[in-house]
């Protein structure tokens, strides 16, 4: 794992939970493949193995560089910047 120039800048305490699964596959009717959560915002979009990448295509919009995992036990983060595990 790589430390990023995007991690300190993260709210110092994580966003609650916009949602408990992507809306924007709800809405869609399809069904995500795996939850990433924002560490920005908050925003929970789907991974990029789900039919519309809805969590790339909030960092593409937003520029929130960094996410998380948001599968039980999971605890890892990813920067789409630097395109590390951070």
Known sequence: ??????????PRAEPTPLSATCLECLAAG???VQLRLCLVCGH???CDSSPYQHATGHFK???HAVMRSFEPGASWR???VDEALV
Do not use: N
Not at 1 to 10: D, G, I, Q, R
């Open 30 to 32: 399809s069904h995500p």
């Open 1 to 10: 794992m790589s430390e990023c120039t995007h991690v300190p800048e993260l």
């Open 61 to 63: 919009e937003t520029g």
């Open 78 to 80: 990813w920067c789409f």
């Open 44 to 46: 929970v979009g789907c």
